[in-house]
Structures are given as C-alpha cells and as structure tokens.
C-alpha cells in the first residue's frame, strides 16, 4: 500500500487566496483526521470524519477553515481567505476501526506557507 | 484523554537502550497508553500501546507500572535514525474512534 498521500507537499500563497490542501487515505480505513502542526501549538486535531461523516469538527479555529469527505479515498481541507497565521504543516491521517493496533497512518503532511 | 508528562529532551549513545519515562497519574481504566514519534519533518509514526501489561514489539518495549500512573519506552538498541520527537498518548481504546492528543513529547537525541 502506498501509504496515505497528500498533496500537494508545499503550497506558497498570499493572504487573501483560497487554498485547497489534498488528502487520500489508506484503501479500506474508515476514519480520517486532519492535523495542524506549529511551533507555537504543537500538533492539533481538526477535524476527522467516520465513514465520509464529519465526526468532531471542534478543532477547526475559524468558518474560514472547512473540510470535506465526499467519498472514501478523498478528503480536501479549505482555507479561504487565507492568512499568515494559517502558516503551518498539514497532515492528514487514516485508520481503521477495530484494528488490532488502532493505530493511526500519517501522511507526509502539506507544508502551507502564507504570505 | 489523561494529561501526559515527559521531559522535553534526551540523549542517548548510539548503540545504548533509550529509556523514554511518561506520567499519567489521572490515566483511567478504560485508557491504554499509547507511544508515537515523529522524525524531522515527517508525520508521525505509531510505535506501541498497551493496558496494563508489558509490550514488546520489533520497535520498542513499554513498561507499565502496576499502579498504571507511569511507563516507560525503551528502544534497546538506539540508532541515529531513532533521534525524533516521541509522544506520550493517553486514550480510550476502540478502534482509533477518536483523534489524537499530543502533548510537547520528548526530543530524543541519539549521539554518535
């Protein structure tokens, strides 16, 4: 399995742009999460979804962050407007309910660069 | 999830056992432990997890104590390619039903 892939690896922007962070999870799992990661926070949960559903969405900070799964090999993560504090890597991460480890596959996350 | 505490960095020998220690002292029954860790500039990689008991994986071991409010990873051969971030998760088993937590982990640094 090649793994969960993201795309695209790093994305430059100016503030004020829309940006559409990319995610395929692992074939067959049936959770996805989305990652922030900074310096200043650390790695926070956004968003995951169960079966295509948004689950718990009390980790995006603003409207101007949205998510979607419109089926099981996709999810996209929606920044618009952009602006500099969104500055940061992305990951995305699948998993599998009932699994022996339920252990969670990270991508190789999104480097998101706001200008 | 349970609170975690580990030491923000480590050294370690090459060659030596890494000894990585984690409080959870407010870890409930139903909550297991659970190790990843993250290499610069990748995601994160899961390692081990357990209840109650010791584990032992071809990675790593995890010690639990009895009372279950501290374990400890151990990496019994440390290379250079282990120096990374790792984390100390507490959370409900299940399926991987629910995100994860991370606290600021440890930097383990392994030295030549």
């Known amino acids: 399995d090649a793994g969960v892939i993201q795309s695209p690896r790093h994305e430059v922007t100016e503030m004020g742009q829309e940006v559409t962070l990319r995610c395929k999870p692992i074939s067959g799992h049936d959770y996805l999460f989305w990652y922030r990661q900074t310096m200043m926070r650390g790695l926070e949960l956004l968003i995951y979804f169960n079966n295509n559903v948004p689950i718990d969405d009390s980790g995006m900070p603003e409207d101007r962050f949205s998510a979607k799964m419109p089926n099981a090999s996709f999810s996209t993560l929606k920044i618009q407007p952009s602006e500099p504090r969104d500055s940061a890597v992305y990951f995305c991460?699948?998993?599998?309910?009932?699994?022996?480890?339920?252990?969670?596959?990270f991508g190789p996350g999104t480097r998101l660069t706001v200008l | 999830d349970a609170k975690t505490t580990q030491p923000p960095s480590m050294d370690c020998a090459e060659g030596r056992a890494a000894n990585l220690p984690c409080n959870h002292s407010t870890i409930s029954g139903n909550e297991y432990v659970y190790w990843y860790r993250q290499i610069h500039s990748q995601g994160p990689q899961y390692i081990i997890h357990g209840l109650k008991n010791n584990e032992t994986n071809e990675m790593a071991s995890l010690i639990i104590t009895e009372d279950r409010k501290s374990s400890t990873l151990i990496l019994p051969h440390a290379t250079l390619r282990d120096t990374a971030v790792y984390y100390c998760i507490v959370r409900v088993g299940g399926g991987g039903a629910d995100g994860l937590t991370f606290g600021k982990g440890t930097h383990l640094i392994i030295q030549p």
């Open positions: 991460a699948s998993s599998l309910w009932g699994s022996s480890y339920n252990e969670q596959f």
